[in-house]
């Protein structure tokens, strides 16, 4: 036998007296002399120290759970509206309908990944800081509609995907990308992205007591706050707003007002107008702002203009093709509804083009 059978026998012996010892019976002498029923390692120590503390945490939820008070919404002449109640309305009331949304966007999802059109996440980013650029309200209007932001990250990455999809291996040409500029920028389109109307940002007064808006103006005159005085004696729902009304011109319809525009697009910065009469009223008319009309240069929106023109082209050449595609995708989807009781989903595959297809969007 070598040393290092003996080794091995040596530490099997070891092992074999420790089982031994950790098998003796409480109150059992140990090869020490001391009972092996009055020593604990910590280890065990730790075990029940966390066996108890979850015993604690368990009966703390429990209670938790038993003396659960509803969460309330609204207080209603002292009664309380809670948030199970609301919740339980909602679903009343659209939960059918959301639940319609959630598998549709779910699907489309799915079936935009399995094409490879899912843009990245970094993609997803770059999109939205150029979203929060053009508009500095961006996270501000979004907060106010409850979105998250994996909600904005969800709506722009279906957007992408979809107009990745529609453009897969289609072009441009200069002259396009030119023609979808000149529509884009023209006054005679209402929905110009490249053009922005001449514009007036006004306060204004409206009262068909000529008295009333002689108070007014006196009340102006003596320094009192326009908005102040617009709340005390205007009659428009504009005096909500501290009388403060934006008209654009050729978009802001004022045909009801008979010379109003002719009017305000003459008015200087700073100029007021009392007692104007227009439309069975008479109004005093604070200019705080006037915007000359802008053409954006091509070169400034060269880049959207391509996308645009591209995208364009893409929706006339592939719109059907894709609804198509995504009908069968929805047709062959393995959807199940937990409780069928409660949610009537149809699983058929839509009809519509507007229905099978994932949100457009440039």
């Known amino acids: 036998m070598t040393m290092q059978d003996n080794a091995g026998g040596s530490g099997t012996a070891a092992a074999s007296s420790q089982k031994n010892l950790r098998r003796a019976a409480p109150g059992a002498p140990s090869a020490s002399g001391k009972k092996a029923g009055k020593t604990m390692s910590l280890g065990n120590k730790g075990s029940i120290i966390l066996v108890g503390a979850l015993g604690l945490f368990l009966g703390a939820l429990i209670m938790h759970v038993r003396d659960r008070r509803p969460l309330p919404m609204f207080f209603v002449n002292g009664h309380v509206i809670t948030r199970d109640e609301f919740d339980h309305q909602m679903e009343i009331s659209a939960g059918n309908q959301v639940a319609q949304i959630l598998i549709g966007n779910k699907l489309k999802e799915q079936f935009l990944k399995k094409q490879g ?6 993609q997803i980013d770059q999109k939205l800081a150029k979203l929060r650029s053009v508009n500095p309200n961006f996270d501000t209007i ?5 979105e998250t932001p994996d909600d904005e990250d969800m709506a722009i990455a279906l957007t992408m995907a979809q107009n990745n999809l529609l453009s897969k291996g289609v072009t441009v040409t200069d002259a396009e990308v030119r023609s ?3 529509l884009e920028s023209s006054p005679e389109n209402p929905n110009a992205a490249f053009y922005q109307p001449e514009a007036v940002q006004l306060e204004i007064i409206i009262n068909k007591d000529k008295n009333a808006i002689t108070a007014a103006q006196a009340a102006l005159a003596g320094g009192a706050n326009f908005a102040d005085v617009a709340r005390k004696y205007s009659m428009d729902t504009s005096k909500n707003n501290g009388g403060v009304v934006t008209f654009v011109k050729g978009r802001t319809n004022l045909s009801q007002y008979p010379g109003l525009q002719q009017k305000v ?3 200087a910065v700073g100029q007021q107008i009392n007692g104007f009469k227009c439309a069975g009223g008479f109004w005093i008319i604070r200019c705080v702002a006037h915007s000359a009309a802008v053409i954006k240069p091509f070169d400034q929106v060269e880049e959207e203009c ?6 364009q082209k893409a929706q006339n050449l592939n719109q059907e093709k894709m609804n198509q595609e995504f009908a069968q995708f929805r047709s062959t989807a393995n959807i199940v509804s937990v409780n069928p009781t409660e949610f009537k989903i149809n699983l058929a595959a839509p009809t519509s083009a507007s229905a099978a297809a994932p949100p457009a969007g440039h």
């Open 117 to 122: 059109v899912w843009p990245t996440q970094a």
């Open 142 to 146: 979004a907060r106010s509609l409850h």
């Open 180 to 182: 979808f500029y000149a």
């Open 265 to 267: 697009f003459a008015m």
């Open 306 to 311: 391509r996308k645009g023109a591209l995208l």
